[in-house]
């Protein structure tokens, strides 16, 4: 009679022992999964191992590093893309597109660092600006800088998350048709882009003369109209004035006296 209830106290042990080690290793499973998943999706939005340059506008003046670039020339991680007097267009590792202005210099790493110029990025790739991380999930923004501690930061479709690289102070979320500006480290506040301020980012030096689109058929077409109400958008997004057509004078009969 004294055996039996030893015997069973070691059964519960043992099935409770069981039970907590089943529990133990799930937890474990699981944190190891929210681990990489985490991982995975940070890489696949920030990390840019890999720059191609796809177009190059206004003659032959784009480097990569100290050599002059060609069309499918690679820039590899932590390597220097400029442009002197000419323009490129750029396909990174991950899908997503950008287009440099002349006079800019970009680094291929964890973000889109532009150090100088111009650039518009399109896609899933976080950009990093005077001490900044642009945080994104796929939309059109464009950083311009023109010393890389001072610059601007202007959302064409989608919102970023606008981040100091040292994590000091709160994200600011900016929205499509808005700005923010750097200024020696500190953010200014968000604002609205004007419309002609968009319509001279969509007609001008980013977009014209490019032929290797960097959004899908229609997006930029639908871009320009929902930002500019007020003007009239081509199919490939060019937006220009609308001009109000003035009202045709009514002739007032004479009366005959």
Known sequence: MFILPLVSRLFNFLQFSRDWRRIFISLITGFCFFLTVGFFQQSTVAQVNLAIIQEILDGDQVFIQ????????KADFGQIVLTKVSRAGVLFNNG??????????????????????????????????????VGVKGTI???ETM???????KVLEGTVEVSSSTGSGEPVQVKEGEKVSVLQGILSEVIPMTPEEIASILS?????GFTIPVTPEGALYSLCSRL???FSCSTSGIPTPS???????????????
Not at 97 to 116: H, P
């Open 141 to 143: 923004y464009v950083l």
């Open 204 to 208: 001008g030096r980013l977009f014209s």
């Open 66 to 73: 100290d050599n002059q670039a060609k069309v499918e020339d």
């Open 243 to 257: 001009i109000p057509t003035p009202p045709v004078p009514v002739p007032i009969p004479r009366l005959p006296f």
């Open 147 to 153: 010393d890389g501690n001072t610059g601007d930061i």
């Open 96 to 133: 997503a597109a950008g287009r440099m202005d002349s006079n800019s210099v970009v680094t291929v790493g964890q973000c889109v660092e532009i150090k100088q110029g111009k650039i518009l990025v399109s896609g899933p790739v976080n950009g990093c600006i005077a001490g900044f991380t």
């Open 228 to 230: 500019l109400p007020g």
